[in-house]
């Protein structure tokens, strides 16, 4: 989640995408709003000690 915020600071007006594995996955509130757009599911990854993070994910 530290490089995804990282990217997400530079370009905060941006959707940030991040490809693992064969899927581009998406988080927190841009994976909210790439869940809405696309019709996908809303669906949350652990984050170690803190709360669990939104997530969204499609096929490379």
Partial sequence: MR???EVKNQYSD???L???GDFYETFSEDAK???????????????GAAADVPLAGFPY
Avoid at 33 to 47: D, E, P, Q, Y
């Fill in 33 to 47: 709003i790439t869940a809405r757009i696309l019709g996908i599911v809303l669906t949350k990854r652990s984050n």
């Fill in 14 to 16: 941006a959707i940030v």
């Fill in 3 to 5: 490089q995804y915020m």
């Fill in 18 to 20: 991040f490809r693992m």
